[in-house]
């Protein structure tokens, strides 16, 4: 099942003025539903416009935008009940923070949604687990943080809100890599538990493959192409011609092949090099 | 969207007006606006109305952008209009009258003037200066002409240069109020919604991340500042001087044409088309 698409969406801003700029021309994309799905493309290809128009935050001049095969416009006054399906983190989302502790920032989100207290409390203390806060940080106030501890409490801010539809917008940017592998860990995880359909916007060809199940590739506000690795991973020379390219590891493994090693293709993390590696190690 | 506020923002292009020096911009923009205000006599109002569309057309920006930068200013507008229309009192019989409440040919006359002048004001200071003059420059002509004043130990570099950087980071300052009104909106915040008092309090999600981030980005700025080994004014050389040019001797004469025509119109002809008043 499909959990969004987007159907023949054109975005242009600033419409009508000498700083007009096409941001996406006729994209249609869908993300399927249970999954981590990856949207990767460059800087400027219209990934963060696309991930805004999902929720609501942006209306598509036209095309549509389909939650479970239900228009989101529908209702135009009903939008945040949208925004609370789907759940979008930001780029940079550490910057958003304002509560004077972490547990009401977290809690911003389902109180708006007008839960109650009971409910808010489980649910701040179940995303703060899934994204690895201590519950001693909770109430301190998001101000004291390191940079890490941030962008975790502001993860939890919308993972709170229980959305059927995560999005985040590049969530590692700027962590060293012991904070990616968590960040991404704890993304991972709260999918796994929840099973609700999560999308990754990401510039990092290693995290989508590491991560995600299915690809879906923009270039230039245009959709490049879209599927599961072990396809998109085929146009290697395509994706490297954008500047994007394959994992290193993929790239190395088919160095590797080349070189006469008989190794298996669909190869995107270092983990399964090593074991495939090894494997044809033992067999000779 | 908050991007839709057009005052006092450049767009580039490459016209007479785009061409010329900022210190005559500004100097010329003076002229402007005070014979703007010295213009009395009907016919002269119409002179500065076609005078400005005339500054418009050379300028060769879009009509539209110009009528958006009114749009922030009708309030005012209407405020003017209304109290000259009701607190005029002319001679003769009122046109309406109701109660206390009388109304005046000459208030109305007075009403549709003084919004003729304060959007005639607008656009024309829009076109000569902010949106045909990138702030820098616009800053820089600013310092150049204000120079005589530091003999008076004015500091005009550093009241120049904080207006540069103010004016540097109001894009950058709307663009990052913009991203946190989304992500707040993406967490269920409502600004659109219930009395004033509610939406001022829905707005404390937005503006205490920008205060946090204002002040960062001013103590990085501080410290990219010292890293140049920025220390105002003292031995500081500039890239590009300023020249006056034939443009800008074009632009002067125009000015001072317009002036001389407001003058002569308030003198020789003040009662033509005047209805009576």
């Given at each position: 099942m499909k959990a969004l698409e987007l159907i023949d969406i054109v975005y242009t801003y600033s419409k009508n003025t000498p700083f007009e700029k096409t941001a996406l021309d006729k994209v249609s994309v869908s993300f399927e539903a249970g999954r981590i799905n990856g949207l990767i493309g460059h800087t400027g290809s219209g990934k963060s416009t696309l991930v805004q128009m999902m929720n609501g935050l942006l209306r598509p001049d036209s095309g549509e935008v389909l939650l479970f095969g239900k228009?989101?416009?529908?209702?135009?006054?009903?939008?945040r009940d949208v925004r609370f399906k789907v759940g979008l983190v930001f780029q940079y989302?550490?910057?958003?923070l304002f509560e004077e502790t972490c547990e009401k920032d977290i809690a911003f989100g389902p109180k708006n949604m007008g839960l109650d207290a009971q409910e808010i409390d489980r649910r701040v203390k179940s995303a703060a687990q899934f994204v690895g806060l201590?519950?001693?940080?909770?109430?301190?106030?998001?101000?004291?943080?390191s940079g890490g501890q941030k962008r975790r409490v502001a993860l939890a801010g919308i993972m709170a809100m229980e959305p059927e539809v995560l999005i985040l917008d590049e969530p590692a940017a700027g962590l060293d890599p012991i904070g990616r592998e968590e960040i991404f860990g704890g993304i991972r995880s709260y999918q796994r538990s929840r099973n609700n359909t999560v999308i990754i916007v990401s510039h990092s060809m290693e995290d989508v493959a590491a991560y995600c199940d299915n690809i879906t590739v923009l270039s230039e506000g245009k959709l490049f192409m879209s599927g599961s690795c072990a396809e998109v991973f085929e146009h290697e020379s395509e994706l490297t011609e954008m500047g994007l390219g394959v994992p290193q590891i993929t790239r190395f493994i088919r160095m590797l092949r080349d070189a006469g090693v008989e190794l298996r293709r669909d190869i995107y993390t270092v983990e399964d090099a090593v074991s495939a590696i090894k494997e044809y190690a033992g067999r000779r | 969207m908050i991007k839709d506020i057009t005052l006092g923002q450049f767009f580039p292009g490459d016209s007479l007006l785009h061409r010329a020096d900022p210190r005559m911009k500004i100097i010329t923009a003076l002229i402007y606006i005070v014979f703007v205000f010295v213009a009395k006599a009907t016919l002269a109002y119409l002179f500065v109305i076609l005078f400005t569309l005339f500054l418009v057309f050379i300028s060769r920006l879009r009509f539209r952008i110009i009528l958006k930068a009114l749009k922030p200013v009708i309030f005012i507008m209407v405020f003017t209009a209304f109290f000259n229309i009701f607190w005029t009192r002319g001679e003769g019989e009122p046109l309406f009258s109701y109660g206390i409440i009388r109304i005046y040919k000459e208030g109305i006359w007075f009403a549709v003037m003084m919004v003729l002048r304060v959007a005639c004001v607008l656009a024309g200071s829009c076109v000569l200066l902010t949106y045909t003059t990138s702030p820098i420059a616009l800053t820089d002509g600013l310092e150049r002409l204000l120079a005589p004043l530091k003999k008076i130990h004015l500091p005009v570099h550093e009241f120049s240069m904080m207006m540069t950087i103010a004016l540097r980071f109001i894009p950058t300052l709307v663009e990052e109020t913009d991203k946190i009104m989304s992500a707040q909106k993406a967490r269920g915040a409502d600004f659109s919604s219930g009395g004033i008092i509610k939406r001022a309090k829905a707005l404390l999600p937005v503006l205490i991340p920008l205060f946090a981030s204002s002040f960062r980005r001013a103590s990085e700025l501080a410290t990219a500042m010292e890293c140049r080994c920025?220390?105002?004014?003292?031995g500081r050389t500039r890239m590009t001087t300023l020249r006056y040019s034939m443009t800008d001797l074009a632009l002067l004469l125009l000015l001072l044409f317009f002036g001389a025509g407001v003058i002569l119109i308030n003198i020789f002809l003040p009662h033509i088309l005047s209805f009576g008043i």
């Open positions: 228009s989101i416009w529908e209702e135009p006054k009903k939008i989302p550490e910057y958003q201590d519950e001693s940080l909770l109430v301190k106030s998001p101000f004291e943080l | 920025y220390r105002g004014d003292k």
